[in-house]
Nanobody
Framework: QVQLVESGGGLVQAGGSLRLSCVAS????????MGWYRQAPGKQRELVAD???????NYADSVKGRFTISRDNAKKMVYLSMNSLKPEDTAVYYC???????????????WGQGTQVTVSS
């Protein structure tokens, strides 16, 4: 059984900061890419940022210069530091990890349950 659990969401005023964390647990052999996605009401889920095991990072244009993704491989964690938050950043933020459960498995995507981020104007 593999679980991804996010934390760190909440209510913040525009211009404020939050740091999201996600930890992967369970039977895990290796983790490849990890990332953060978000889904606002009435919208499709979109990529916010992702990070390879390299690590190489990739950001949505809307968050470049404001958000920073990082990971701690030993702890099986990924973080998202969010600064200069805007009301349009309001969404449920989901953690995703592409991981293998055994050396013989292909990598599959696992998702967390999401954490709400609300930015007030």
């Amino acid at each position: 059984q593999v679980q991804l659990v996010e934390s760190g969401g909440g209510l913040v005023q525009a211009g404020g900061s939050l740091r999201l964390s996600c930890v992967a647990s369970g039977s895990i052999f290796s983790i490849n890419g990890m990332g953060w996605y978000r889904q606002a009401p009435g919208k499709q889920r979109e990529l916010v940022a992702d990070i390879t095991s390299g690590p190489t990072t990739n950001y949505a244009d809307s968050v470049k210069g404001r958000f920073t993704i990082s990971r701690d491989n030993a702890k099986k964690m990924v973080y998202l530091s969010m600064n200069s938050l805007k009301p349009e950043d309001t969404a449920v933020y989901y953690c995703k990890a592409d991981l293998r459960r055994t050396p013989w498995d292909s990598a599959y995507a696992y998702w967390g349950q999401g954490t709400q981020v609300t930015v007030s104007s």
